[in-house]
């Protein structure tokens, strides 16, 4: 298959969401509230992270990257659906509808990885906790974050190279956001082979990090189940409990675990909501907020901030 370019196309334009304009303005002022709350409540948590000695360690310098992750992933699709949604015209560059499949599947990789991290610290922290702070210190943590980083980079690469160059015949994209089926369906040439290596990278990347995720919280239940203590057992489960509620994989496993024949795009949008809204807006309140000891230091980083204006008024 030659992968020339050979497509004159400068822009696509973005489907979005067909409806009246009263509801346009309804869902943007929606998204954009949402869009705020998720940026706010991320970086609240990466600030009591970074300036509280008491939050200094390895899972919430984890939980930090992730807040920091959810912060870029939904900047990447957000933005231009807000501009969307004010124009007429809802028109994306060539250039920035690759740039924006990159990122998203980029950023989405790296956090998919980066939940399996998670994972294996706690279970090292529940399974082995004599050993926690020799096994994950501050290089190993460093590490492996940037093990996320530089893996999803490599996995990511080729398959945006491949589509950047395909010739396409026409500029409609069925979508609110460049992804990578709706972009696949308007392509000049027979992409069964492309879809079928995305879905295989994508089945890879999601199954392997559900697999380990599972096997990391089996051991990590059955050895809470072995703690003589109920309060014990109430305090190991109490510190990974909420990671194992992540909505992100059911989301993504509907969306691109599918054969292409099976893809509905007026369903993939909805499904993409959950990845590009619900799920960033959810992860501070699922992974930190309901966390005693963030809501702890979080109560005295604002009774810092507001009794000092109480005295001087």
């Known amino acids: 298959m030659a992968l020339r370019n050979q497509s004159s196309l400068t822009e696509f334009t973005l489907v979005s969401f067909p409806v009246i304009q009263e509801l346009q303005i309804l869902l943007l002022v929606i998204l954009l509230l949402v869009y705020m709350l998720t940026i706010t409540g991320n970086i609240v948590i990466i600030s009591l992270v970074w300036t509280d000695n008491r939050l200094q360690t390895p899972m919430y310098f984890f939980l930090s990257n992730l807040s920091f992750l ?46 399996v991290v998670m994972s294996s610290d706690r279970y090292v922290a529940i ?36 589509v950047s160059r395909l010739p396409y015949c026409t500029e409609e994209i069925g979508h609110f956001f460049c992804d990578i089926a709706p972009l696949l369906q308007v392509a000049c040439i027979d992409t069964h082979f492309i879809e079928m290596i995305n879905f295989l990278l994508s089945s890879l990347v999601l199954l392997t990090s559900l697999v380990l995720t599972i096997v990391s919280y089996t051991y990590i239940i059955s050895t809470i189940l ?19 509620t992540s909505i992100a994989y059911g989301s993504n496993v509907f969306m691109y675990m599918r054969p292409s024949q099976s893809h509905s795009l007026e369903f993939d949008k909805v499904t ?18 309901r966390n005693e000891k963030v809501k702890e230091i979080l109560r005295e980083s604002i009774s810092r901030i507001v009794l000092p204006h109480s005295k001087g008024t």
């Not at 004599?130 to 980083?149: A, P």
């Not at 909501?273 to 309140?285: E, R």
């Open 127 to 162: 399974c082995n906790p004599l050993r926690y702070t020799i096994i994950m210190n501050s290089r190993v943590c460093l590490w492996l974050v940037l093990g996320c980083w530089l893996g999803a980079f490599l996995s990511v690469l080729c398959p945006d190279i491949v």
């Open 70 to 115: 959810d912060i870029l992933f939904m900047t990447t699709i957000t933005p231009k659906l807000l501009t969307c949604l004010l124009e007429e015209k809802k028109i994306i560059s060539f250039a920035g509808c690759i740039t924006q499949i990159y990122f998203y599947f980029f950023l989405g990789t790296v956090e998919f990885i980066l939940l």
């Open 226 to 244: 072995r703690i003589p203590s109920a309060q014990g057992r109430q305090k190991a489960l109490s510190t990974c409990a909420s990671h194992i």
């Open 272 to 289: 993409a909501v959950l990845t590009t809204v619900v799920t960033p807006l959810l992860n501070p309140f699922i992974y930190s907020l």
